[in-house]
């Protein structure tokens, strides 16, 4: 499933094709993603420019003047840019070409979990969209450090793995990140949210940036395959330190990986690393 690091590796290599840059075709062959496409995307976006691709979590946001294009990409979405010249024809599962400039941006997505949804400038500020308002702030944000961890787990009971989880303190610690960044911090992920520290709370925000960054590190060096005739789904990973390694020895302490499942989703800790 892609996560932040995903999505910011396909903001970063669509970002240069389109900014500033004329849509000149629109086609959308499925529009039965997880709510329906608007019918009237083509009308709305032929001949306007994209002034901005950002992104806020993990929704893609194409900016125009007169609204804003939201795009996530669901458990299986991607983005693929080609030059025009070169797109091969689409596949069952690409349902969606954009054409600008001299490129071809497809969005193909096999389990169709992912959205394509307008927002029109006057309905008022991107950040009060239903899926966007209730976003905890960016990892990479500079207002995001222990402090504001701190601030943001007290009264909440639950483990933070969980906390992390509903992204409403910080977003993009989705599954895999939550145990990759719980264990470079030495934090217990079922340990009260509210019983964490200040001392805490500062190392699991620099865990966070941390883990983050390097995930987006090993995206970008793959970024050459959203070129590319053979580009794949191209999502990755960081060598995990605990996600899916139970069993597996501790890469600090070599003690056995443990798994357990909290909220239904499995946890990877190493009970020596993060005692408490
Ligand atoms: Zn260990």
Redesign the pocket.
């Known amino acids: 499933m892609p996560e932040l690091p995903e999505v910011e590796v396909t903001r970063r290599a669509l970002a240069p094709a389109v900014e500033r840059q004329r849509v000149d075709t629109f086609e959308v062959r499925e529009f039965r993603l997880r709510w329906p496409v608007p019918r009237d995307l083509a009308a709305r976006l032929i001949g306007r420019r994209v002034e901005r691709l950002w992104r806020r979590g993990k929704y893609l946001l194409w900016e125009f003047e007169h609204g804003t294009l939201i795009s996530h990409l669901g458990m299986s979405g991607a983005w693929r840019l080609w030059p025009a010249w070169s797109a091969p024809p689409p596949g069952p599962h690409d349902h969606v070409d954009v054409g600008v400039s001299h490129w071809l941006l497809r969005l193909t997505d096999p389990r169709r979990f992912g959205a394509l949804l307008w927002h029109p400038t006057k309905s008022g500020p991107i950040a009060q969209h239903p899926l966007l308002a209730s976003l905890g702030l960016e990892p990479f944000d500079r207002r995001f450090d222990g402090e504001w961890l701190y601030a943001g787990t007290r009264g909440r009971s639950a483990a933070i793995k969980q906390v992390l989880l509903t992204g409403q303190v910080v977003v993009g610690v989705g599954n895999i990140y939550a145990s990759e960044v719980l264990f470079r911090a030495g934090i217990n992920p079922k340990v009260a949210a509210c019983r964490l520290g200040p001392a805490r709370c500062d190392r699991l925000a620099a865990a966070v940036v941390e883990v983050l960054t390097e995930a987006i590190g090993v995206g970008g060096s793959t970024l050459r395959d959203f070129v590319s005739a053979a580009g794949d789904a191209g999502y990755f990973m960081l060598d995990a330190a605990v996600y899916e390694r139970e069993g597996a020895p ?1 890469r ?2 070599g ?1 056995a990986i443990l798994r357990i499942v909290q909220g239904q989703r499995s946890t990877y800790y ?1 009970p ?2 993060q005692h408490n």
Request: charged content about 0%; some cysteine; aromatic content about 0%.
């Open positions: 501790c600090v302490c003690t190493c020596v690393c």
